[in-house]
């Protein structure tokens, strides 16, 4: 967890961007700590995650992507 200060978080955007996934930064004024910023965990993408976010009919016919991209390359 890093401590940092509201003029040093103001005036300074990449120290959320600089911050490692799930790592804190704390935030301070006069010594005691206002906020915390945390960096969230990006999802990782899964099959089962993709097809659970897909659009239209789940029981219609699967899409081959890869059959697809095959017949566009002859």
Known sequence: ????TVREFYHNAGL???????RQLVVTA??????????????RMTRALAEQRAVG????R??????FLASLKK
């Open 57 to 60: 009919n789940p029981k219609g």
């Open 30 to 43: 006069n010594g005691k700590p206002k906020f915390v910023v945390s960096k969230a965990q990006k999802p």
């Open 62 to 67: 699967k899409f081959d992507g890869t059959a």
């Open 16 to 22: 959320v961007e600089g911050l490692p996934e799930g």
């Open 1 to 4: 967890m890093k401590t940092v």
